[in-house]
């Protein structure tokens, strides 16, 4: 005789970042809507609780129309928690693509002033740069 045990599905993690949010769907399988979040949303207000969470974000030029609504229903999904998800007119964090688009800048900034890249620019002003690996 088979014995069925009903198992609770382990909650999710509480929410304190953008990034952990955007981490929790991709491993979900909801990597359209982590695009999405990562692309356009400047973050304005996140406050996960375990009875619920509320989102406030500023959308980039370009967002999808629906996009609250498509983030809170991903949340519900993944967190198996309410959310309530706003828009809001203030202006909120630089998106995360804007974030990684400036730290590798400021990296490429670090590595051109180096004084052996330097060197190297002096001897031939057209190279440029294509990729930075960190060892």
Same mark, same amino acid.
């Given at each position: 005789m088979a014995v069925?045990?009903?198992?609770?599905? =382990?909650? !999710?993690?509480l929410l304190?970042?953008? =990034?952990? !949010?955007?981490?929790?769907?991709?491993d979900a399988g909801e990597v359209l809507l982590a695009g999405r979040i990562y692309q356009f949303v400047h973050m304005v207000k996140l406050d996960d609780?375990?009875?619920?969470g509320h989102m406030e974000f500023r959308p980039a030029p370009g967002a999808p129309q629906n996009l609250a609504q498509a983030i809170r229903e991903g949340l519900i999904a993944v967190t198996k928690r309410r959310w309530m998800v706003s828009i809001s007119d203030k202006p909120g964090m630089d998106t995360l693509a804007e974030q990684t688009q400036a730290r590798l800048a400021a990296e490429l900034d670090e590595v051109k002033a180096h004084p052996l890249m330097k060197a190297v620019f002096n001897l031939f002003p057209e190279a440029?740069?294509?990729?930075?690996?960190k060892t």
């Open positions: 069925l045990a009903e198992v609770e599905a =382990e909650p !999710a993690p304190i970042t953008l =990034e952990d !949010a955007v981490t929790l769907l991709e609780k375990t009875e619920g440029e740069i294509t990729d930075i690996k």
